[in-house]
């Protein structure tokens, strides 16, 4: 007797989605004028290009205004609490290594109360992508200074006679903390930021993405002398890998003195595109050197600074789990739980 054959079902094409499919009924409660509205429209649209299953997406955040993210975007969401989203975003990675797993945070929710958070969960390289919003300002909570505000900011709040505290960098943070996908981009900058989170989503590996965000209620035009229209060209340098780092309409550019960065305009003392550096997404060492041009004295890096690819740690406990059960076979709980030394209490 001969089975009947199957249906010959071909594979589903991955659903087409657009920008609607990833906006949710849910009113959006920021500030006239806030840069968060930018990255959101930008993040929806990215989104819907990816073609990854929304229900197979979960977006994470902690405590601030950037952390209303999960409302907006109409995937799997966790609002959690104060600085711990890294961690529960491992949580669900570890449990569900197919989802993709999308982190909102701020430069405060991040760097004060979350930095340890933080920093681990980019040193173990786990497969979570990380927008931290920078504001440089405390915006939730009405303007107290935050763990990036620049040295002598003022406000009413908690620094009247302006700030004593050393900021951090947090690109400079990330590459110390070994993350595997190190970019910067800026609210405004629409194409810029749709390509970089396009490249944050097919890396395998923790992916941070430092976002300059403008908060015109509390530090407003924070980022203007280098972001504004007139001054872009001038005072950005876009980082592409394999390109020499070239600003200000191809006049001038960026080569190393030694190990000293410096400035130089090209056709001046024979200076040509040859004798710039030419940027590598795969040398640490020179993400972190870019890591510390900033504005004034340096245009100011935008686009990817590293990009590796390494074992995630997602990938590497499938493995472990995997050579464990071969080499001990399948668990047993019960027998686990009354292995040892026991007693009975009566």
Request: charge should be neutral; include cysteine; hydrophobic fraction near 35%.
């Amino acid at each position: 007797m001969v089975a009947p054959s199957q249906p010959q079902t071909s594979p589903q094409p991955p659903r087409k989605y657009t920008k609607i499919d990833f906006q949710t009924d849910q009113e959006v409660r920021w500030c006239p004028g806030c840069g968060d509205y930018a990255i959101l429209n930008v993040a929806q649209q990215v989104f819907a290009q990816l073609g990854f299953p929304k229900e197979k997406m979960v977006m994470v955040s902690g405590i601030g205004c950037s952390s209303r993210f999960p409302y907006y975007v109409n995937t799997y969401g966790f609002h959690t609490i104060h600085g711990r989203a890294p961690a529960v975003a491992t949580g669900v990675k570890l449990a569900n290594p197919e989802l993709q797993v999308w982190v909102a945070t701020g430069d405060g929710d991040a760097l004060s109360i979350g930095g340890n958070h933080f920093m681990h969960a980019l040193r173990r390289n786990i497969d979570i992508k990380i927008l931290l919003f920078n504001n440089r300002i405390y915006g939730l909570t009405k303007g107290q200074y935050s763990p990036t505000s620049v040295l002598g900011t003022i406000n009413d709040k908690t620094a009247p006679f302006g700030t004593v505290d050393q900021p951090l960098n947090p690109i400079s943070l990330s590459l110390a903390s070994e993350a595997t996908f190190v970019a910067r981009s800026v609210d405004v900058y629409a194409k810029r930021l749709m390509d970089i989170l396009k490249k944050a989503a097919e890396h395998k590996g923790s992916a941070f993405i430092e976002i300059y965000q403008n908060c015109n209620i509390y530090n407003d035009k924070a980022f203007d002398d280098f972001t504004d229209r007139p001054f872009r060209d001038d005072r950005n340098v876009m980082l592409e890998h394999g390109k020499p780092l070239i600003f200000a309409q191809g006049k001038k550019g960026i080569r190393l003195n030694g190990l000293k960065p410096e400035v130089v305009t090209l056709g001046e003392n024979g200076i040509t595109e040859k004798d710039l550096i030419v940027h590598d997404e795969h040398n640490p060492s020179l993400a972190y050197l870019l890591s510390r041009l900033n504005h004034p004295n340096f245009p100011e890096p935008i686009g990817v600074f590293r990009n590796d690819r390494m074992p995630s740690l997602d990938e590497r406990l499938e493995n472990q789990i995997a050579d464990v059960k071969k080499a001990k076979g399948e668990g047993d709980l019960r027998k686990l739980l009354f292995a040892g030394d026991m007693w009975e209490v009566k």
